[in-house]
């Protein structure tokens, strides 16, 4: 009962963050663009649909071919698009479903590796958590992405732990599903799955080792037959683009990329204010507690899944807050362990102490949640914006059409069936635009340069900003 409460109250959370009007920049709005373009093909991810000037393909603000990211949050988002319509929310609902199912995800996992009561702890704090309320409403970078990630992680831990217990085939294929799923999400830090697999089937003591080989074998040929078919389909059909992005993601280990750097304590310090303030306590018990006795296999599986991430991506030389968020349900269980442990001292004398310590851990993730959901924060301006671009959806644009001098081209694009582009191309290229039928509209929100303004055929409209 406790368990379905919390479920729901989650839920209700993430329905709430996910309720703004608008696209979010950093970086939803381009997700939703390549979801919607997906509809009409599947296979060819792409973010200009009709790309009608010359671009840059490195350009993932910008290009058409977009291999920026892994496809299935994509598909899932294009899913959700066909099925529901062109909107925000259904842009958002695969990470509302997703992020809420992760709930009893983490209360499954917790069960399993420690107690029940250890698994509502965590199961509350995964449903109140300030980030992934944030990440699962589009409002800050990497958004979708890393919800579907995290989901796909937490399923194959799930599958690996039930397949732990009852040794059926079935199981361990559908760990390999789910982590196939991950890599297909984000790539190879899914395989931390892997070690995590291995220590389960070694707890359960339920598998020789030439079984254990046999079926890591299984696991390894299900993984791949679910994510290297797009890897060779990416690099057959679009293989500048594929190399490139191949290339770009390796440089994100090397080189600080677009800006995103920290110093290797990065991540030490964003769990302070990503899981709350006090988490150094937990982890610092649980180290300790590890150390005392570290043949407890179960333990090592949260010391792998919540440790090995933070230390290699502290390693990289590009951060970013959500790159570990698929840990974060072992830093909750963890979390959730250490407060029972406090619960279950027999000092009397320093009882008050600790049980104060239990409070500010459960209630300071609160005030995180809060000042991330900004209730009572006042309408964005980013609202009139796209009011304004979904008045212009009853003008019928066509993909015939284009839009010139729009500062939000990808928004436009997202509501509009038209090409849009930020600036102004030269007189030949907007010439021959209309030499092709196409229908040059610009926007007329600020100075138009007057050889651009003279030329027959062209159209101007006003956005209203």
Same mark, same amino acid.
């Given at each position: 009962?406790?368990?379905?409460?919390?479920?729901?109250?989650?839920?209700?959370?993430?329905?709430?963050?996910?309720?703004?009007p608008?696209?979010?920049?950093?970086?939803?709005?381009?997700?939703?663009?390549?979801?919607?373009?997906?509809?009409?093909? @599947?296979?060819?991810?792409? #973010?200009?649909?009709?790309? &009608? %000037?010359?671009y *840059?393909? +490195?350009?993932? !603000?910008?290009?058409?071919?977009?291999?920026?990211?892994?496809?299935?949050?994509?598909?899932?988002?294009?899913?959700?698009?066909?099925?529901?319509?062109?909107?925000?929310?259904?842009?958002?609902?695969?990470?509302?479903?997703?992020?809420?199912?992760?709930?009893?995800?983490?209360?499954f996992?917790?069960?399993?590796?420690?107690?029940?009561?250890?698994?509502?702890?965590?199961?509350?704090?995964?449903?109140?958590?300030?980030?992934?309320?944030?990440?699962?409403?589009?409002?800050?970078?990497?958004?979708?992405?890393?919800?579907?990630?995290?989901?796909?992680?937490?399923?194959?831990?799930?599958?690996?732990?039930?397949?732990?217990?009852?040794?059926?085939?079935?199981?361990?294929?559908?760990?390999?599903?789910?982590?196939?799923?991950?890599?297909?999400?984000?790539?190879? @830090?899914?395989?931390?799955? #892997?070690?995590?697999?291995? &220590? %389960?089937?070694? *707890?359960? +003591?339920?598998? !020789?080792?030439?079984?254990?080989?046999?079926?890591?074998?299984?696991?390894?040929?299900?993984?791949?037959t679910?994510?290297?078919?797009?890897?060779?389909?990416?690099?057959?059909?679009?293989?500048?683009?594929?190399?490139?992005?191949?290339?770009?993601?390796?440089?994100?280990?090397?080189?600080?990329?677009?800006?995103?750097?920290?110093?290797?304590?990065?991540?030490?310090?964003?769990?302070?204010?990503?899981?709350?303030?006090?988490?150094?306590?937990?982890?610092?018990?649980?180290?300790?507690?590890?150390?005392?006795?570290?043949?407890?296999?179960?333990?090592?599986?949260?010391?792998?899944w919540?440790?090995?991430?933070?230390?290699?991506?502290?390693?990289?030389?590009?951060?970013?807050?959500a790159?570990?968020?698929?840990?974060?349900?072992?830093?909750?269980?963890i979390?959730?362990?250490?407060?029972?442990?406090?619960?279950?001292?027999?000092?009397?004398?320093?009882?008050?102490?600790?049980?104060f310590?239990?409070?500010?851990?459960?209630?300071?993730?609160?005030?995180?949640?809060?000042?991330?959901?900004?209730?009572?924060?006042?309408?964005?301006?980013?609202?009139?914006?796209?009011?304004?671009?979904?008045?212009?959806?009853?003008?019928n644009?066509?993909?015939k059409?284009?839009?010139?001098?729009?500062?939000?081209?990808?928004?436009?694009?997202?509501?509009?069936?038209?090409?849009?582009?930020?600036?102004?191309?030269?007189?030949?290229?907007?010439?021959?635009?209309?030499?092709?039928?196409?229908?040059?509209?610009?926007?007329?929100?600020?100075?138009?340069?007057?050889?651009?303004?003279?030329?027959?055929?062209?159209?101007?409209?006003?956005?209203?900003?």
């Amino acid at each position: 009962m406790v368990l379905f409460f919390i479920i729901i109250c989650g839920f209700g959370l993430r329905v709430f963050i996910s309720s703004d009007p608008f696209l979010h920049d950093w970086d939803e709005k381009y997700h939703a663009l390549v979801g919607k373009n997906l509809i009409s093909n @599947p296979f060819k991810p792409t #973010l200009y649909l009709n790309p &009608l %000037l010359p671009y *840059d393909l +490195k350009n993932w !603000t910008s290009n058409h071919i977009w291999l920026h990211k892994q496809p299935m949050s994509l598909w899932l988002i294009s899913l959700s698009l066909k099925t529901f319509g062109i909107s925000e929310f259904a842009v958002r609902i695969p990470s509302i479903l997703l992020s809420t199912i992760c709930i009893w995800m983490t209360f499954f996992i917790a069960s399993a590796l420690i107690n029940k009561k250890v698994a509502v702890l965590a199961a509350y704090l995964v449903s109140i958590n300030g980030l992934v309320l944030e990440l699962t409403g589009g409002r800050v970078a990497t958004d979708h992405i890393d919800i579907v990630f995290l989901f796909f992680i937490e399923l194959s831990i799930v599958f690996s732990i039930i397949f732990s217990r009852n040794s059926k085939y079935l199981f361990n294929i559908l760990t390999g599903i789910s982590i196939g799923a991950a890599v297909l999400t984000k790539w190879l @830090p899914a395989l931390i799955v #892997l070690p995590v697999w291995l &220590l %389960l089937l070694f *707890d359960s +003591k339920k598998f !020789t080792v030439t079984a254990l080989i046999k079926h890591f074998s299984i696991l390894l040929l299900v993984v791949a037959t679910v994510c290297v078919p797009w890897q060779i389909y990416i690099h057959s059909v679009f293989p500048k683009e594929a190399f490139w992005e191949t290339t770009f993601n390796l440089k994100h280990f090397t080189e600080v990329i677009e800006n995103q750097s920290g110093s290797y304590l990065y991540f030490i310090n964003k769990i302070r204010i990503n899981y709350g303030e006090l988490i150094y306590l937990p982890l610092l018990w649980f180290l300790i507690d590890w150390f005392k006795n570290p043949y407890r296999l179960k333990r090592l599986v949260l010391l792998v899944w919540g440790f090995a991430p933070i230390v290699f991506f502290s390693i990289a030389k590009t951060k970013m807050q959500a790159y570990i968020l698929f840990v974060c349900p072992a830093l909750f269980i963890i979390t959730a362990d250490f407060c029972q442990y406090l619960i279950q001292l027999d000092n009397t004398k320093f009882k008050w102490g600790f049980n104060f310590i239990i409070i500010l851990i459960l209630i300071t993730p609160i005030r995180y949640s809060m000042e991330r959901l900004k209730p009572f924060e006042k309408d964005n301006p980013k609202n009139a914006i796209t009011s304004s671009i979904l008045l212009l959806k009853s003008s019928n644009f066509t993909n015939k059409d284009v839009l010139l001098n729009c500062n939000y081209p990808v928004e436009m694009m997202f509501y509009n069936n038209l090409t849009a582009y930020k600036g102004f191309p030269n007189v030949n290229a907007i010439e021959d635009l209309l030499k092709k039928g196409y229908r040059v509209y610009i926007n007329n929100h600020d100075k138009i340069p007057l050889e651009i303004e003279k030329i027959k055929g062209v159209r101007l409209i006003d956005l209203g900003y």
